[in-house]
């Protein structure tokens, strides 16, 4: 199901939408469908590798293990030659 959302642009963004729409022989539609499902990917990843990063530090926080660049590169290159 799709829903039909407002948004307001400026003259210029409209603008450059359109003509990049032209060159590209898209919609200015498609442009900002393509732009928004981007814009989402990249935050939804950001985001779960910062929720990641934070659960790391806290087990860090609590434990007091941690492996070391030496170690991890040799887990990296044992992991490689599988």
């Known amino acids: 199901m799709s829903t039909t959302i407002g948004l307001k642009l400026d003259d ?18 498609w442009i900002m469908k393509q732009a928004i499902a981007d814009y989402l990917k990249r935050e939804e990843t950001s985001e779960r590798e910062k929720q990641e990063d934070m659960k790391r530090w806290q087990a860090y926080q609590e ?9 991890a590169i040799i887990r990296i290159e044992e992991l490689r030659q599988k």
Not at 15 to 26: P, Q, S, T, V, W
């Open 12 to 29: 210029e963004t409209r603008e450059r939408l359109k003509a990049l729409g032209e060159i590209k022989d898209r919609s200015s539609h």
């Open 63 to 71: 434990t007091g293990e941690f492996i070391t660049n030496e170690d």
